[in-house]
């Protein structure tokens, strides 16, 4: 079945970096983006940004600029997200979704498990 | 960009039906017809539930419709059952294409 499974929880100190995978399955990789969102404890969805698994074109939201990497290795059908400069706001449970018609991000049918990333010194 | 506006939250006795609201702006949710419904259960992802404003994924239940009218969509589940208990989120393609997320809605089933 079509599936994304996603790497383990982490924990880092503040001003470290964070890289997470999302390995996807029962699907041609290429044909969908890839898109990161995050849900802090009691919030709703923010995303992150989306990564073409077809040409590795990037859109990342304004705020994350310059400290977040999205990049996709089709030889083994795997998404991964890196941020950095991690301050406690970054605290949070981070999915990745897959982008329901193509390259499109206005909706996601499936969704990784979710990986929880905690900053704390 | 500030989060579409939805109500913390809503209730209904089972068998009833409920409507939350997902309001935004003429850059968002009044600019296109690209407004999503995710359903998530505690401890789980959430789940499309409606795309493009009242189309519904295959397997989701007939139960649930959407509908937008200017700034504001609505999502309305009829037949409310135990197992719709759950926070709902709204979302909109917008104007800086990207999409934004709702704050969203705990459903609470009486």
């Known amino acids: 079945q079509v599936q994304l499974v996603q790497s383990g929880a982490e924990v880092k100190n503040p001003g470290a970096s964070v890289k997470v995978s999302c390995k996807a399955s029962g699907y041609r990789f290429t044909n969908y983006g890839i898109n990161w969102v995050r849900q802090a404890p009691g919030q709703g969805p923010e995303w992150m940004g989306w990564?073409?698994?077809?040409?590795?074109?990037?859109n990342y939201a304004q705020r994350l600029q310059g400290r977040v990497t999205m990049t996709t290795d089709t030889s083994t059908s795997t998404a991964y997200m890196e941020l950095r400069s991690l301050t406690s706001d970054d605290t949070a449970l981070y999915y990745c979704?897959?982008?329901?018609w193509g390259d499109g991000v206005d909706a996601f049918d499936v969704w990784g498990q979710g990986t929880m990333v905690t900053v704390s010194s | 960009q500030s989060a579409l506006t939805q109500p913390a939250s809503v209730s209904g006795s089972p068998g009833q039906s409920i409507t939350i609201s997902c309001t935004g702006t003429?850059?968002?949710?009044?600019?296109?017809?690209?407004v999503s419904w995710y359903q998530q259960h505690p401890g789980k992802a959430p789940k499309l539930m409606i795309y493009e404003v009242s189309n519904r994924p295959s397997g989701v239940s007939n139960r649930f419709s959407g509908s937008k009218s200017g700034n504001t969509a609505s999502l309305t589940i009829s037949g409310l059952q135990a197992e719709d208990e759950a926070d709902y989120y709204c979302?909109?393609?917008?104007?800086?294409?990207?999409?934004?997320f709702g704050g969203g809605t705990k459903l609470t089933v009486l």
């Open positions: 003429s850059s968002d949710v009044g600019a296109y017809n690209y």
């Open positions: 979302s909109s393609y917008t104007t800086s294409s990207t999409p934004l």
């Open positions: 990564n073409s698994a077809y040409n590795g074109n990037t």
């Open positions: 979704a897959r982008s329901a």
